[in-house]
C-alpha cells in the first residue's frame, strides 16, 4: 500500500536543497540542516552578518490546495521559536540577533523546484 509519504518526502528534500541553495547564493553560511531540538525539527539553520535564521521548508506543486503559508500555523511557529531560543542558549548566542523564515518553494509538475520566495514568520 503506498500511503504517499515517500512523496512527501521527495518534496520536502527538493525543497530543503532548493532552499539552501539560495540561502548560499544569497550569501548566508548553512549552519545547521534538519536540526533537532527536543520533538521540534528545524528545516535549515544559517548566518549571515551576524544575524541567524532559523527556516521552515514548505515545498509544494502549483495545484496544492494548501498553500506553504498556509501549512504553518501559530503552535508551529511557536514550536520552532521556542527550539530557535533553546539552540542559541546552549551556543551562549542568547544576544544574538536571529528570525523566523519560511521558504515556499515551487515545484513543478515533475517535483523540481522552480523558484523559492521567502516570508518571516510571525504569529497572528
Not at 534538519?34 to 527556516?55: H, Q, Y
Not at 527550539?83 to 519560511?102: D, I
Amino acid at each position: 500500500m503506498n500511503t504517499g509519504h515517500g512523496d512527501s518526502r521527495s518534496r520536502g528534500a527538493e525543497g530543503e536543497r532548493a532552499a539552501s541553495k539560495a540561502l548560499q547564493r544569497d550569501g548566508w553560511t548553512l549552519l545547521e540542516r534538519n536540526l533537532r531540538v527536543g520533538r521540534t525539527e528545524i528545516d535549515l539553520v544559517a548566518e549571515r552578518d551576524g544575524t541567524i535564521a532559523f527556516v521552515e521548508v514548505k515545498a509544494r506543486r502549483a495545484h496544492a490546495s494548501v498553500t506553504p503559508t498556509e501549512a504553518v500555523d501559530d503552535a508551529k511557529i511557536r514550536r520552532i521559536a521556542r527550539a530557535a531560543e533553546t539552540w542559541l542558549g546552549r551556543r551562549q548566542l542568547e544576544n544574538t540577533p536571529w528570525m523566523l523564515l519560511l521558504a515556499a518553494v515551487r515545484l513543478d509538475e515533475h517535483g523540481r523546484a522552480e523558484g523559492v520566495t521567502w516570508e518571516s514568520l510571525e504569529e497572528d
